[in-house]
């Protein structure tokens, strides 16, 4: 290239001109991001306010009938669908806000399922999959514990040049002091990967979960790396050994979120009742309708409020009636009016016990992630199911 001093006039102008074009176009395409961004969110805003009908009335109807009737078995499937619906929406979410993250005890078998499915699309490695049906949940980032199974059934398949069969178990595992390497004594789901392929050196296994380590053309080597953050966010660990035939086998131990553990001990989920007047602030009618039937299978009372004004008034009229909400669930976003984040300062003005639960489908937004310091005492994501909401109540209330 010519020193600018060599360029003539004509010559500058012209790049001038092209490195402003492509400027603009810069400018064109992250403006179109923005805005794309922007469309997923709020598409998947309105879907999620419409899936929390779908997930609530089903876990309600479960709830109605016995598990011996013949409709049981398909409402578990359409509640099992509406989770997973629940997830992909929660992606859309997070694509357009970003920012921290939640964790939720989750049952990640579908999750493993899913991630096993997504890989070995369109390859020849089939895949064994043996998932506890008792297996407890864990307390997971719908959208980044994924990751972890994509990255190792994506090294595994490739091991195996795209033939084969992979192996993945996962059970519950409770571990004694010093029974495994960096791990507390508790409970822990266990998720093992095996593969037949070649496996790594003995030497070498240290190394696979550093950054840029890799032994293939054109990779990142981020794969493990990013696979051990996550885990390592999930207080788990993540560790690589050999197969009996020489395969690698890649062992991630989660923390059950057994405080949290929503299944007894038959695996049926546990509806937690309890009593006392709840007040709910939501702008969309099908999720004030759906939170009053859960309530109401609770055992609780409901008033309702379409948006901030009307929830600080009954709140007020309720104190000088001398009749104190026990709770109230508060919706974050309220389109033209007093959403959650205000109203919260206004019943704290007015009663400083107030117990107000923040609910959103933005579950990465601030006020979610740090509720206690915006006045909160808990948080709820949208949608939910009677038996995660009985339990949020639950903890609210007991905690005097
Ligand atoms: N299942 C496996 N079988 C054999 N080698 C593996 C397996 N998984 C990972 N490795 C080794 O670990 C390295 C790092 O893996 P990873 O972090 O996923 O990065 P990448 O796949 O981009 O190379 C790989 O390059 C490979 O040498
Ligand atoms: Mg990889």
């Given at each position: ?19 402003r074009?492509s400027?603009e176009?810069e ?6 991001l923005?805005s ?21 009335y ?33 992606q ?17 078998r579908?999750?493993i399922?899913?991630?096993?499915a ?13 998932l ?13 514990l ?5 990255n190792i ?17 996962a059970?519950?595992a ?5 029974e495994?390497?960096?791990?507390e ?6 998720v093992?990967?095996?593969?037949h ?44 050994g ?20 929503m ?5 049926k ?28 299978m ?5 008033e ?16 000088n009636?001398?009749?104190r ?10 389109p ?38 915006h ?25 005097g």
């Amino acid at each position: 290239m010519k020193k600018d001093a060599d360029k003539t006039k004509a010559e500058l102008i012209e790049e001038m001109v092209a490195l402003r074009k492509s400027a603009e176009e810069e400018r064109f395409k992250a403006q179109k991001l923005e805005s794309i961004s922007e469309i997923a969110g709020g598409v998947a805003h309105d879907f999620n306010n419409q899936l929390m009908g779908v997930l609530g009335y089903v876990s309600v109807a479960k709830g109605l009938v016995s598990p011996d009737e013949q409709i049981h078995p398909l409402l578990e499937k359409i509640e099992k669908a509406a989770l997973r619906t629940r997830a992909i929406t929660r992606q859309f979410l997070t694509f357009s806000e970003g920012g921290k993250t939640m964790r939720e005890p989750t049952d990640i078998r579908g999750m493993i399922e899913e991630s096993a499915a997504a890989v070995l699309r369109d390859s020849d490695v089939r895949c064994s999959l043996s998932l506890d049906e008792d297996l407890w949940s864990v307390l997971a980032d719908e959208t980044e514990l994924p990751q972890v199974f994509v990255n190792i059934i994506l090294n595994a398949r490739q091991a195996m040049e795209n033939s084969g069969e992979i192996d993945i178990s996962a059970v519950n595992a409770t571990l004694a002091d010093s029974e495994a390497p960096g791990l507390e004594a508790g409970e822990y789901v266990l998720v093992t990967i095996r593969d037949h392929g070649p496996g790594v050196d003995p030497e070498t296994l240290s190394e696979i979960f550093k950054p840029f380590f890799t032994t293939k053309q054109k990779a990142s080597g981020l794969g493990l790396a990013v696979s051990w953050s996550i885990v390592k966010k999930h207080r788990g660990v993540i560790e690589a050994g050999a197969c009996a035939d020489g395969g690698l086998e890649v062992r991630v131990w989660l923390p059950s979120a057994s405080n949290s553990d929503m299944s007894d001990k038959d695996g049926k989920e546990k509806v937690m009742e309890g009593n006392g007047r709840i007040l709910v602030m939501d702008d969309e009618e099908v999720i004030r309708d759906v939170t009053g039937e859960m309530l109401k299978m609770l055992g609780y009372e409901s008033e309702f409020a379409l948006d901030g004004e009307e929830a600080v008034k009954k709140y007020r009229d309720a104190m000088n009636e001398g009749a104190r909400f026990d709770a109230v669930i508060l919706d974050l976003s309220i389109p033209n009016g007093m959403g959650g984040r205000e109203v919260i300062g206004r019943l704290i003005e007015t009663d400083p016990e107030v117990k107000a639960i923040v609910s959103s489908g933005y579950s990465r937004d601030p006020i979610m992630t740090e509720f206690r310091e915006h006045g909160f005492c808990a948080v709820i994501a949208k949608p939910y199911r009677v038996a995660e909401f009985g339990k949020v109540i639950n903890e609210v209330l007991s905690r005097g």
